[in-house]
């Protein structure tokens, strides 16, 4: 399936705001009001949901339960994905045990850091190791994504080595932009939009 | 002003993007490419910024340095606002020290926790309190926002201490959904919406 970030970014949204629905005991959404909660048009909502060959348009609109669950298989959200987390800092060990992870189909099976040390002290339910297993790891036990939270300045080389490992997907939270080919699955984490909008929502409040 | 978080949201990434723009050098940009940037229409993007009351729009485009600059100035993105962190556990002792946020306004001035016997293990050089210092330090400092750290089944309670104390804005890290007065900014930073989007960018590149 093809489909643009702004695409997948919407649907994903609209999967949020179903499950936020769900909980509510709403049973019918219009695509009107996806659109409303999605600042976007009813037409552009529309055809995201085409793109996925998805019907089930009633006249009381979409069904929230079915349309979540179809959600749910078209995005293969329920498959099981393998994750690992390279720095183990404060942040990579935090992110070591998210449990929510799970829930949102990914476990992490691995951590790597470049101090033994650090390695030797750290206390968690994961396995972690010395970045000369990456490739080893990875390949063998078909790890995805990988997480860096390394420091600016080694996360382009950590990211060429997870590339090299065969990695599908990154999501980087350290503040550095990294270049990664177009079939890699790239994702930035850092905080700095998040603490822009909320800077600018202040402004609005006053 | 009066904005709208979708509104906000698509000119806190605007602003992202001349950013980008500007380290490459690039003088203009027109609203059609930001439109395509941001998956929205032309008219969407022309509407926000008018609703900023800015103008400059030229045949050209509009000039990337003098944009950014108004927008920074219009959004109040280089005031320096006051941050404390609720929670120092490992994400939240990782935050203390996130550098970056002081670059984006926020200082962090100030941690709290419940263990007494954390905070005298803490090594950092914010000033760690405890939670029952939290009024006191927050009205006596004048701290605008607050991150929340702590594990779910608590979030709502702090938060609730954090508006109670006179707080403007939250950021909450727990997977907790937390209910917050209608004046009080608020931003769920939980990260199942972006492991969502990574999932489902997978079936793209299968």
New interface residues.
Partial sequence: ?????????????I??YLDALEERGVDFVSSKELAEA????DHTIRKDISLLGMTGYTRKGYSVRFFKKELAK????N?K?KACIIGL???G??LL?????K????EVVAGFDCSINKLERIRTHIEVFPMSELENIIKGRSV??GIITVPAKSAQQVADQLIEAGI??I?NFS?AKIVVPK?I?Y?D??????????????????
Same sequence: chains 1, 2.
Avoid at 38 to 41: D, Q, S
Avoid at 74 to 77: D, N, P, R, S, T
Wanted: glycine share 8%; aromatic share 10%; hydrophobic share 40%.
């Fill in positions: 399936m093809d489909l643009s970030n702004n695409t997948i970014e919407r649907i994903t949204k999967y949020g999605l600042g976007t048009t078209k995005l293969e959200l498959k994905r800092g404060r942040l060990t935090a045990d998210y449990e929510r992870a829930e949102d189909g990914f995805d994504l599908k997907g999501l503040p079939n699955i994702l984490m850092d905080f700095t939009n998040a603490l822009r909008f909320v800077a600018a929502k202040f402004i609005t409040k006053q």
